[in-house]
Nanobody
Framework: QVQLVESGGGLVQAGDSLRLSCAASGRTFGDYRMGWFRQGPGKEREFVADISRRGSTSNYANSVKGRFTISRDNAKNTVWLQMDNLKPEDTAVYHC???????????????WGQGTQVTVSS
């Protein structure tokens, strides 16, 4: 079992930055690929970014590429999502997830956090 707890969300204005954190506990953090997903009002959960077990590779949704950066520190059991130049359409609940296979589909992930709300005003 892996427990995931997100933090760092909030209300910001367009163009601002936020850094989300996801703290993991339980099984060895480095055994899992990590991903960030988001779910906006009335929308399905969508892939934002993921990162390999050692942090050497990462992937991004086109909508956030160049603005968001995913990173991890296995010694701290933490993964981050740095979000710059935020837009109103980034408003959503952001979830981190852990998976042995991972990828862009939520069904590939084994463990999920409860999420943190990000609201971007125009």
């Amino acid at each position: 079992q892996v427990q995931l707890v997100e933090s760092g969300g909030g209300l910001v204005q367009a163009g601002d930055s936020l850094r989300l954190s996801c703290a993991a506990s339980g099984r060895t953090f480095g055994d899992y690929r990590m991903g960030w997903f988001r779910q906006g009002p009335g929308k399905e959960r969508e892939f934002v970014a993921d990162i390999s077990r050692r942090g050497s590779t990462s992937n991004y949704a086109n909508s956030v590429k160049g603005r968001f950066t995913i990173s991890r520190d296995n010694a701290k059991n933490t993964v981050w999502l740095q979000m710059d130049n935020l837009k109103p359409e980034d408003t959503a609940v952001y979830h981190c997830a852990a998976g042995e296979i991972a990828g862009t589909r939520p069904s590939l992930y084994n463990y999920w956090g409860q999420g943190t709300q990000v609201t971007v005003s125009s």
